[in-house]
């Protein structure tokens, strides 16, 4: 089992420590590239999106999605906003997640379905998958990507979220595993990946803020958030849901609590590999909605 790090540690024992700064997304040095293009991420919240059992209301979850399409395609017509994104002869992969603590909602995964069928593209070339993407037809012959998952905490990259989330597209696992899973991005250039992702959803409901252990899970460490964070960019996106879990950590235990073990690979995400924007200046983040205790 990884060994925990604190961020004294970290901060000696890494060769940037600017990078070590970048992890907490406060630090006033520039850190990162100028030249590369702002990333535009919506979050997008609904004070009345949960039903009294904690399950998402699809009507609801379904508006939350068709505004933040408006949003990121600068389109006045949903159906358009969509149509930009799937085309009829694409053949799609919706990947999500099956944790079964937290999983992506059910409902987000037909909202999806019917979204990209309303495009254009036929059943037979739509699959939802997680742990058997490897062997899913659909997926092996993907033109196009919709990544999805919820936010949570996770005891080896600090984090599971979006850049994460393609994790079982391959078969050696372990090689991700050294120094807090710091080059998860080269999932990212993996063949049957690369440049096929056309939206990124990280499911901010319930996010998990706090855990120990690889499969721990409280649901004292949740709570309703009712959000969604939507981008093209996969990095800005995680990047952003880290502030809002680190916000919330520092709220719910009264002091400075940070992630453990570090969530390095997002911002080495940036620096590293170049997937995208970890810099919040470099993030043109979009609130909409439900604005009540949005840590952000």
Not at 138 to 152: D, G
Not at 170 to 184: F, I, Q
Not at 191 to 210: A, D, Q, Y
Request: glycine fraction near 6%; charged fraction near 25%.
């Amino acid at each position: 089992m990884p060994k925990t790090i604190t961020r004294r540690t970290f901060i000696k024992n890494t060769s940037s420590a600017a990078i070590a700064g970048a992890l907490y997304l406060n630090s006033p040095i520039k850190l990162f590239a100028d030249d590369k293009k702002k990333s535009k991420v919506v979050l997008i919240r609904d004070e009345n999106l949960l039903n009294s059992s904690g399950q998402p209301k699809e009507v609801n979850l379904e508006k939350m999605m068709d505004e933040a399409i408006r949003i990121l395609t600068d389109e006045i017509n949903i159906k358009n906003g969509w149509q930009q994104l799937i085309k009829p002869d694409d053949v799609v992969g919706i990947k999500t997640n099956e944790w079964h603590y937290l999983r992506t909602p059910y409902e987000l995964e037909r909202i999806l379905s019917n979204k990209t069928k309303q495009c254009g593209v036929k059943e037979e070339n739509i699959s939802i998958g997680d742990r058997r993407v490897r062997s899913n037809e659909v997926f092996q012959k993907a033109t196009a990507l919709i990544n999805s998952r919820p936010m949570r905490t996770h005891d080896w990259s600090g984090v599971g979220s979006l850049i994460k989330n393609y994790i079982t597209f391959d078969t050696n696992l372990p090689k991700y595993h050294p120094d807090s899973c710091a080059d998860l991005a080269k999932l990212w250039y993996l063949p049957n990946i690369k440049g096929k992702t056309r939206l990124n959803i990280l499911v901010m409901l319930t996010p998990l803020f706090h855990g120990m252990g690889p499969h721990h899970f409280s649901a004292k460490f949740t709570w309703a958030y009712n959000g969604l964070l939507v981008g093209f960019d996969p990095v800005a996106v995680d990047a952003t849901g880290v502030r809002i879990i680190q916000a919330k950590r520092e709220q719910f235990f009264g002091e400075h609590s940070p992630i453990n073990p570090p969530v390095k690979h997002i911002y080495l995400a940036d620096t590293r590999h170049h997937l995208g924007n970890a810099d919040p200046n470099k993030i043109d983040l979009i609130k909409v909605g439900w604005e009540k205790d949005i840590l952000i």
